[in-house]
């Protein structure tokens, strides 16, 4: 029997949803308790699903944990998985992403705080730093974003495992298309209306990127400032903002299936992080971003004041998608029709950090 699996990482650990037909059951209980989770992957690769999850223990410190039972029991590698070489004089702050690579099977890249790379060659039980990016000429004029200096976005590209893009805040897109020997910018279109000049080469705020369906060649990038969308891998960007309520914001997600369709969650501005008029909405466009509608069926119409962090808006791969968000104010919200209506799923959670969803079984 098939069953949707919902993960959820908060400041206060992480909650497991099930759904079996239409009907949702979470565990009574936080795994990782106490600990922020910043990173969850689920990677369904291979005969048995691995649940991957970067917890944040403010007494231990940050690891890797992985469960191969869907999260009923947790597994930490005897030394930490991830960890920065002496030589590099730096320390892990957080892992912020997690990310399985669709065209290399056992591959699992992380990426962290300070900004850096990881790779694992086993399913996400130890990893190795990616010393061409930790080591970018540029990477002394990198400036940390408000939440932190975090390589916060990894894709992979399915029809070739030597290109992987990478999104770090402050400093933006960075692209390698020889397996990580070598990386380059990727922010031509992109603005820094923060910097004195608001086009540079590298220094973009980036808040997230995403991967188009049907085009791997398409991504959509939600800025500090600006949603844009590239047609060439990353290599031009063109606003595509007009028609929402305002381009600032965190997340960006892409409809599993569906090409041109993806979602943002849009903030009033950088200095007043809440709902763009305070109104809870999602925004859904349908054709790469020459249109948007708000998708309001079921969610909150009185004020609102629950911002979607960058990694807390997401689909599942099921046919008809289904499309979840979590918030600040501890708001669980899903929709099983691509995003056509909502229902609330939970309320007073912590933070929600960030949140993971697959049909499994």
Known sequence: MTETLLAVGTRKGLFIGRRRGGT???????????????????DLRGDTPRLLAGGDSTHWGPSVFHSDDLGRTWREPRRPAVRFPPDTGAS?????????????????????????????????ESFELVRALWEHPTRSQWVPGGGGEGLHTV??????????????????????????????????????????????????????????????DRLYLQN?????????????????GEGL??????????HPHRGGTAYVFPINADVDRVPA???????????????????????PREDH????????????DAERAGVYFGNRNGELFASDDDGDSWRLLASHLPDVLCVRAAVVG
Not at 93 to 116: K, S
Not at 280 to 286: D, L
Not at 305 to 316: F, I, M, N, P, S
């Open 24 to 42: 949702w059951e979470f565990d009574g209980s936080p795994h990782f308790n106490a600990q922020a989770v910043y990173s969850v992957a689920l």
């Open 92 to 124: 892990l702050e957080r892992v912020w992403q997690l990310h399985p690579a669709e065209a290399e099977p056992g591959v699992v890249y992380a990426g962290t705080e300070p900004a850096a790379l990881y790779r694992s060659e086993d399913r996400g």
């Open 155 to 216: 894709l992979t590209d399915p029809r070739d495992p030597a290109s992987v893009t990478v999104a770090v805040s402050a400093a933006g897109v960075f692209r390698t298309e020889d397996g990580g020997a070598s990386w380059r910018p990727s922010n031509s279109g992109v603005s820094a209306e923060f910097l004195p000049d608001p086009a540079p080469e590298f220094g973009q705020c980036v808040h997230k990127v995403a991967r188009d369906a049907a085009d791997p």
């Open 224 to 240: 500090h400032w600006g949603v844009y969308r590239s047609d060439d891998g990353g290599d031009h960007w063109t606003d595509i």
């Open 245 to 254: 309520p305002s381009t600032f914001g965190f997340a960006v997600a892409a």
């Open 277 to 299: 008029g305070h109104r809870c909405r999602v925004y859904r466009t349908e054709n790469a971003g020459r249109s948007w509608e708000p998708l309001t069926a079921g969610l």
């Open 305 to 316: 004041y629950g911002t979607v962090l960058r990694d807390a808006l997401r689909t599942d």
